[in-house]
């Protein structure tokens, strides 16, 4: 939008209806308390209305039901994907490679490279390794022996994809990543920790992002797997064996403990640790800092260490608060009950 839209051209790239003036020229987009004149602004939750009386940008994206208001509005069916539209202009072609393998490359005679997909400077290409059509991979990725990147995924700077991993198509795997690596297992023998050999793999379906310094560790034996449309963030611990719906949605620093199976659609807040061997049902959502450390039915909602049903750990929280006044009434009542018991003669 850097050159400019008039709020008429951009209601016909979204789909929009506009309200008032359509002429206004637009070549940004700002937040409702920091918009400028000249500024797209937005209301994509009901809650945050009433700050657009305030706004100094020039015009605002809104859902087909917001009340009027006294700038110009461009009402859209889905606030969000048309926000997502709006950003999508804004954001600046990334520096990828172009497609093509950069000659200080190292790619395995072995391997076998599309030649739509770009390979950029230091990046490491093992044997037997299949680099899908229009695949991207950044500078400095290593993608070992027997790995295979789908088509359109991109890998950023300093990924890491070790080998036998299979990721899937449309993926984006963050910088500094590693997906494949050897699993977290030990056994305690001749007062020595030994580990446990990790001889299966990682495979990871279709449009799935997984942010920068994620892992997902290879499986001890069989696979660990990541269904397609799964969203994770940056700094996520997902663990050898462990099955990961399609659609769920793993926010920073969550950690998976091994062999945990997570439905469709599950949603784990920052910092949620799940144990070991937990199934968590299709649709669960754990609130932040929630500890999971036994089976959750579908679609509960869980909050709290250990966890437990949203409302309940509420409750528990709420009374937690109380506690010191408690304790004081209890000694009170202590104090007074003393009085009233006889003297021991």
Same mark, same amino acid.
């Given at each position: 939008m850097s050159q400019g839209f008039t709020l008429q051209e951009l209601?016909?790239?979204l789909g929009g209806q506009v309200?008032?003036?359509?002429?206004?020229?637009?070549?940004?987009?700002?937040?409702?308390?920091?918009?400028?004149?000249? #500024? &797209?602004t937005f209301v994509a939750d009901q809650r945050h209305a =009433?700050? &657009?009386a305030a706004t100094k940008a020039s015009a605002a994206l809104v859902g087909k039901g917001h009340p009027p208001a006294h700038l110009p509005l461009l009402?859209?069916?889905?606030?969000q994907a048309a926000l997502a539209a709006v950003l999508a202009m804004l954001e600046k072609p990334a520096d990828l490679p172009a497609p093509g393998v950069h000659p200080w490359a190292v790619v395995s005679p072995q391997a076998k490279v599309d030649p739509s997909a770009a390979v950029g400077p230091f990046?490491?290409?093992?044997? =037997?390794? &299949?680099?899908?059509?229009?695949?991207?991979? !950044? !500078?400095h990725v290593v993608v070992e022996a027997e790995a295979a990147i789908g088509e359109e995924t991109i890998l950023y700077p300093g990924t890491v994809i070790m080998a036998r991993s299979r990721i899937g198509r449309r993926c984006r795997i963050g910088p500094n990543a590693v997906i494949g690596s050897s699993g977290f297992g030990y056994f305690f023998h001749q007062g020595r920790h030994k580990p446990f050999p990790h001889v299966g793999v990682v495979e990871i379906g279709d449009d799935v992002d997984i942010g920068a310094c994620s892992c997902v560790d290879?499986? =001890?034996?069989?696979?660990?797997?990541i269904g397609s449309g799964v969203k994770i963030d940056n700094l996520v611990q997902v663990a050898h064996n462990v099955q990961v719906g399609e659609n769920c949605i793993l926010v920073a620093q969550v950690g998976i403990g091994g062999s945990s199976v997570l439905g469709e659609g599950v949603v784990l807040g920052g910092h949620v640790g799940v144990r070991d061997n937990v199934t968590i049902g299709?649709?669960? #959502?754990?609130?932040?800092?929630?500890g999971i450390v036994q089976d959750v039915p579908d679609g509960q909602k869980i909050g709290g260490c250990p966890g437990v049903e949203a409302r309940q750990w509420l409750r528990v929280h709420q009374a937690s608060q109380s506690l010191p006044e408690l304790r004081q009434k209890v000694r009170e009542l202590e104090?007074? &009950?003393e009085k009233m018991e006889p003297k021991k003669q």
């Open positions: 209601a016909g790239r309200e008032g003036d359509g002429s206004v020229v637009l070549t940004g987009l700002g937040a409702l308390e920091s918009a400028r004149p000249g #500024q &797209l =009433k700050a &657009l009402r859209v069916a889905n606030v990046v490491v290409i093992g044997a =037997k390794a &299949l680099i899908g059509p229009r695949a991207v991979l !950044a !500078a290879r499986a =001890k034996f069989d696979v660990t797997r299709r649709g669960v #959502q754990a609130s932040g800092f929630a104090h007074r &009950l």
